[in-house]
């Protein structure tokens, strides 16, 4: 299940800040012995890296710069909706991370929660 929370907290200091939680699924495919291409479906986010750990690492980094690209240029409402994504009021329980299972193929599934730090606006 892929979700994102955001949070809105005033500083005191007249400024807004928000708290950004994603909880994403995206698959990482060996494509040759030093190449592994890791794919979020939910944002339609590519990445890769030389081994496994580094194409995990950089899907994530992706999905930072994803979101945070849509917060400076305010359309982050307009981009998750484009992906699928609606509004929930009601924020859902929380749920034990289970480890990542070894698809067929030299592919992994992995499912990562990606927090931002909270940022002024």
Request: hydrophobic share 35%; net charge positive; glycine share 4%.
């Amino acid at each position: 299940m892929n979700k994102i929370t955001l949070g809105r907290h005033s500083s005191g200091r007249g400024e807004n800040l928000v708290s950004i939680k994603c909880e994403l699924v995206a698959t990482i495919t060996q494509e040759k012995p030093d190449l592994h291409v890791s794919y979020c479906p939910a944002l339609d986010l590519y990445s890769q890296g030389k081994t496994r750990a580094e194409a995990e690492k950089n899907i994530i980094e992706a999905t930072h710069l994803f979101i945070e690209s849509c917060l400076e240029r305010d359309t982050l409402h307009e981009a998750l909706t484009k992906c699928g994504f609606h509004r929930v009021r009601k924020p859902a329980k929380k749920k034990k991370a289970k480890p990542a299972p070894r698809l067929a193929d030299n592919r992994w599934r992995i499912h990562f929660p990606a927090e931002l730090p909270v940022m002024a606006y």
